[in-house]
């Protein structure tokens, strides 16, 4: 039996922020059940792929010599083969084999550039050569130094796979959920709504269905965001950057991708799937953006 027009709330920590869900038009218990379910596999997920700890198989990766193999899940599998293809897509500008990159800005603490750090020299210098390959759900470490780091990703796949879940293991439609205030997932709306109503920013709201939305601001001050083109760090506005997708991992992506490509090189990538938008800092609506309704907030 159903609860209609109630909207249960549910919430839980993993992978380094707190996942919530909304589900509408169900009875709690077994809503509540159905959302246990979904945060048992975020802790799988978790445990498996943020690259913390020793025993994650992120992490072992990492570890691996050159010309190692290791088996991968399926999860791992997936992220990887959308790294990979977006990384062609945006001519290496994203790419989750940088995170040697990722962690020497962010051990140094600052953002201003040395040319004469050797030790970023040398950190640049293995992420160029560094190689992996995956053949099935076989990931070899071709040649040594890179390292695969799927934080700028991670929570919008763990959207993704939270909402596959609620739909395909317990018929629940009307929902909506999301990684802490960065990314949101909306299915169906509560009855006979248009969408979920979801702020953006301090005066503005959109209604999303179907749709996932993702932002990066500079909202903290070891922030730091590479480019691993250059290897420097982009800055980022105070102003976040948003994106629209129709998966919460590509508009994830997308977030990175804002920040270091050109207007038009963004231009370009948006042209090229027609579901995607990204709102700059500044207020520009690019692609899906301008068809969704802004609406201010009441």
């Given at each position: 039996m159903?609860?209609?027009?109630?909207?249960?709330?549910?919430?839980?920590?993993?992978l380094?922020?707190?996942?919530?869900?909304?589900?509408?038009?169900?009875?709690?218990?077994?809503?509540?059940?159905?959302?246990?379910?979904?945060?048992?596999t975020?802790?799988?997920?978790?445990?498996?792929l943020?690259?913390?700890?020793?025993g994650?198989?992120v992490?072992?990766?990492?570890q691996?010599?050159?010309?190692?193999?290791i088996?991968?899940?399926?999860?791992f599998?997936?992220?990887?083969?959308?790294?990979?293809?977006?990384?062609?897509?945006?001519?290496?500008?994203?790419?989750?084999s940088a995170?040697?990159l990722?962690?020497y800005?962010?051990?140094?603490?600052?953002?201003e550039?040395n040319?004469?750090?050797a030790?970023?020299?040398?950190t640049f210098?293995?992420y160029?050569?560094?190689?992996?390959?995956?053949e099935?759900?076989?990931?070899?470490?071709?040649?040594?130094?890179?390292?695969?780091?799927?934080?700028?990703?991670?929570?919008?796949y763990?959207c993704?796979?939270?909402?596959e879940?609620?739909?395909?293991n317990?018929?629940?439609?009307?929902a909506?959920l999301?990684?802490g205030?960065?990314?949101v997932?909306?299915?169906?709306?509560?009855g006979?709504a248009?969408?979920?109503?979801?702020?953006?920013?301090r005066?503005l709201?959109?209604?999303?269905?179907?749709?996932?939305?993702?932002?990066?601001?500079?909202?903290s001050?070891?922030?730091?965001?590479?480019?691993?083109?250059?290897?420097?760090?982009?800055?980022?506005?105070?102003d976040?950057?948003?994106?629209?997708?129709?998966?919460?991992l590509?508009?994830?992506?997308?977030?990175t991708?804002?920040?270091?490509?050109?207007?038009?090189?963004?231009?370009?990538l948006?042209?090229?799937?027609?579901?995607r938008?990204?709102?700059?800092?500044?207020?520009e609506?690019?692609?899906?953006?301008?068809?969704?309704d802004?609406?201010n907030?009441?």
């Amino acid at each position: 039996m159903s609860d209609s027009g109630l909207i249960h709330n549910f919430s839980h920590q993993a992978l380094g922020t707190r996942f919530w869900i909304r589900i509408a038009d169900e009875d709690f218990a077994f809503a509540e059940r159905a959302a246990e379910s979904v945060f048992f596999t975020l802790d799988r997920l978790d445990s498996d792929l943020n690259g913390v700890g020793s025993g994650g198989a992120v992490a072992l990766i990492n570890q691996l010599p050159a010309g190692e193999m290791i088996a991968v899940s399926e999860d791992f599998c997936t992220l990887w083969k959308f790294a990979e293809a977006f990384k062609k897509e945006t001519a290496g500008a994203f790419d989750v084999s940088a995170g040697t990159l990722f962690r020497y800005w962010t051990e140094r603490g600052s953002d201003e550039f040395n040319p004469d750090d050797a030790i970023w020299e040398k950190t640049f210098q293995d992420y160029k050569t560094g190689k992996f390959s995956l053949e099935g759900n076989e990931l070899t470490r071709q040649q040594g130094g890179s390292v695969i780091d799927f934080s700028g990703i991670i929570h919008g796949y763990a959207c993704d796979r939270m909402a596959e879940m609620l739909e395909s293991n317990w018929g629940i439609h009307r929902a909506i959920l999301g990684a802490g205030n960065n990314v949101v997932l909306a299915l169906d709306p509560p009855g006979e709504a248009r969408g979920w109503r979801v702020g953006l920013g301090r005066t503005l709201e959109l209604k999303l269905c179907r749709t996932a939305l993702a932002s990066k601001s500079n909202n903290s001050l070891k922030s730091f965001l590479v480019n691993p083109l250059s290897g420097l760090t982009a800055s980022l506005s105070t102003d976040a950057i948003r994106a629209v997708a129709n998966t919460a991992l590509e508009a994830e992506g997308l977030t990175t991708v804002g920040v270091l490509l050109s207007e038009y090189e963004i231009k370009n990538l948006l042209t090229r799937v027609t579901t995607r938008g990204l709102w700059l800092p500044g207020g520009e609506c690019l692609g899906m953006f301008k068809n969704l309704d802004l609406t201010n907030r009441n």
